[in-house]
């Protein structure tokens, strides 16, 4: 399966964002700069530009959200897209051909764009395969897989922090086992080089070939958060976690929650990022999550102009090279 | 599309004098006392640089990049590298100057006005070019051009900045 293939057009412009792999650097820092652009759009009096007036996008949440799904939707709405939000149950709709008969029905509508979140790895894949040549997949999150413009609106948030990607140690501490945002994440940091990334967790939750990824495993905290630029908490996935792979949570925030302790022995300016949900107490210490140092909220406004950027690079692209307009 | 090579050069400081003046002119007419001015990225920019020193405007200026309001992005797509709008004043009940280098099809200004108003609701706006040309598509024309010139279909007016020097030539496509 040639993933990277399949999300751009002939053109070499982005169609579909499934994930980060296999994307070019310069792409990744075209989706960032266009995101740039897109963010004083939220500091307007009417948050609102006309771009994709006429255009629908639909939200296929298999599985729930809320951060996600709604900044896509106000992406959309921002850009003047129409939206449809389709909360599917997964239970009631069974994987293959009723997954197809739905897409062939919202294509039928007229329907431009699907964001797809699932269980499922591959979900979004399966589905940019089989949809209409001129509609466009959004990868919102597939099982462990995949969360591209999660990872993308990391990036932007500590480009704007630490503009020069090339002089970070960046360390994502917790469950990287099932997480799809530390995966994407990884391999952004990876295209944008990044010379040195740390993942930190017990061994039962870092997944084994995690140095393949051109990364350092850390299994003590302190020794990995010695000097880095960068701290990415993850939320530990418990619905995700099958049998026993961790001790109690208490525990487990002793040895890898981050509190105000373990974080002063990273860079002083270092900046202190988390997906969300947060679960306090457990991944992080309330006092870091709010603290000076975080910079979570902020993700998730960046969130926005990156949805902004993904949705109106894939659904405004076109061959045709006229551009005068006087 | 190639360019020839023999393109015809205009005398663009002398335009940008006359502009000044005729922009002057035009404000004292209107009564106009504390205006602001945005120009059109990257051409109309530049020559409202020219403009706001000259006219010795207070209030800083704006820029407009139009890119979210261009008719034709579903054609064309979208560029990563624009600069983004920078409009650093309220417009509220203001008189505004817009900027551009050329007046052709209309399109541009009408992506400008657009933009303009969702970001309030200005007293006035009037409209300052260096060309005003023909073929315009809508219907918008400039209060104030430094020139009027018909051209045939296939010539285009271009502006370039070398360090600081503007200067304005007609050359043809083939």
């Known amino acids: ?326 | 599309m190639t360019e020839r090579p023999e393109s015809q050069k205009l005398d663009t400081p002398a335009l940008l004098e006359t502009l000044s003046s005729d922009l002057r002119d035009l404000l004292q007419t209107r009564n106009i006392e504390n205006p602001l001015m945005i120009g059109i990225h990257t051409g109309g920019a530049w020559v409202a640089e020219e403009l706001h020193k000259n006219l010795n405007i207070k209030q800083p200026l704006g820029t407009l990049n139009i890119t979210f309001y261009r008719d034709d992005f579903t054609r064309i797509g979208m560029h990563p590298q624009v600069t983004p709008s920078n409009l650093p004043f309220s417009i509220d009940d203001q008189h505004i100057i817009l900027v551009d280098d050329v007046l052709h099809t209309g399109r541009t200004i009408r992506a400008a006005l657009n933009e303009i108003f969702d970001y309030g609701r200005p007293a006035s706006v009037l409209l300052a070019v260096l060309v005003e040309r023909d073929c315009r598509e809508l219907p918008i024309s400039a209060d104030v051009a430094a020139t009027r010139i018909q051209l045939k279909t296939n010539q285009h007016i271009k502006l370039a900045r070398d360090k600081n020097n503007l200067t304005l030539s007609i050359a043809e496509a083939k």
């Open chain 1, 1 to 326: 399966m040639k993933q990277h293939d399949i999300q751009l057009d002939k053109d070499g412009k982005l169609r579909h964002f499934l994930t980060i792999e296999g994307l070019k650097k310069q792409m990744l820092l075209d989706i960032l700069d266009t995101a740039g652009n897109f963010s004083s759009v939220g500091a307007r009096q009417i948050k609102k530009v006309p771009l994709l007036r006429g255009k629908t996008i639909a939200n296929l949440f298999f599985e729930a959200s809320t951060r996600t799904r709604t900044t896509f939707e106000l992406a959309a709405k921002r850009l003047s897209a129409d939206v449809l939000n389709i909360n599917i149950n997964t239970s009631a709709t069974s994987k293959g051909e009723s997954l197809l008969d739905m897409l062939r029905n919202l294509e039928a509508m007229q329907v431009d764009m699907f964001v797809v979140r699932h269980n499922s790895s591959g979900a979004a894949h399966f589905i940019a395969q089989h949809v209409a040549p001129h509609i466009s997949v959004i990868n919102a999150g597939d099982g462990s897989h995949a969360h591209p413009t999660q990872a993308m609106l990391d990036m932007f948030t500590i480009r704007r922090y630490k503009p020069d990607f090339s002089k970070l140690t960046v360390a994502i501490v917790g469950d990287i086992m099932h997480s799809r945002v530390a995966r994407s994440q990884i391999h952004a940091l990876n295209t944008l080089g990044v010379p040195e990334i740390r993942v930190i967790g017990p061994q039962t939750i870092i997944p084994k070939e995690a140095a393949h990824l051109g990364v350092h495993v850390y299994h003590d905290m302190q020794q990995g958060l010695q000097n880095v630029d960068v701290v990415i908490m993850l939320r530990l996935q418990r619905e995700r976690m099958e049998g026993a792979l961790l001790p109690s949570e208490h525990e487990y925030f002793h040895m890898f929650g981050l509190t105000e302790e373990k974080l002063k022995l990273a860079k002083a300016d270092a900046i202190v990022m988390h997906p969300g949900p947060i679960n306090r107490g457990v991944e992080i210490e309330s006092s870091v999550a709010d603290g000076p140092q975080s910079v979570i909220l902020e993700q998730v406004t960046h969130g926005i102009s990156i949805r902004m950027a993904v949705m109106s690079m894939a659904l405004g692209r076109s061959s045709l090279t006229d551009g005068g307009q006087n």
